[in-house]
């Protein structure tokens, strides 16, 4: 049986202002039910498949408590689920830079988080294939 890590470690996640900001410019877009997902390869060797930022806008939650709460539930998902997407990177021998922005107005519940963490995972991977022409 495979041993699997599930831990986001400060190096899995994306700080690099250039980075961010390039990625804002130019990264590539693709949305789910719950989010707006800007990726793109990075231009750094990284120790990780894959850098992620999470974001939820202040315009649709006032209260920072009520970010945080969403934001550590995305989080714990991507944290549980991010396996599907390291493989299929690794497969590839890729690295990306991933922001993922919640795009709601109300607060959902972990397990529909969850659920759509699923589906971004399965259109992100689908969207690099078609980016990078992998079969």
């Known amino acids: 049986m495979i041993s699997r890590n599930y ?3 400060k190096a899995e996640r994306l700080c690099n202002w250039k980075t961010i900001t390039r990625l804002f410019e130019s990264g590539n877009i693709l949305y789910t039910s719950y989010f707006k ?3 793109s390869k ?3 060797q990284m120790p990780y498949p894959a850098q992620v930022m999470f974001s939820v806008p202040k315009m649709g939650f006032r209260h920072a408590v009520v970010r945080n709460l ?3 539930r995305i989080r714990e998902a991507y ?3 991010k396996n599907v997407l390291y493989d299929f990177l690794n497969e590839g021998n890729l690295q990306i830079v991933i922001i993922i922005i919640f795009k709601e107005s109300f607060i959902p519940d972990y397990i ?3 659920k759509s963490i699923d ?3 399965r259109k992100l991977i689908i969207a690099i294939k078609n980016k990078e022409n992998i079969c």
């Open 7 to 9: 831990t986001l470690k």
């Open 37 to 39: 997902v800007i990726w």
């Open 42 to 44: 990075s231009l750094l």
């Open 70 to 72: 969403i934001k550590r």
């Open 79 to 81: 944290r549980k689920k």
């Open 112 to 114: 529909s988080i969850e």
């Open 119 to 121: 589906v971004m995972f």
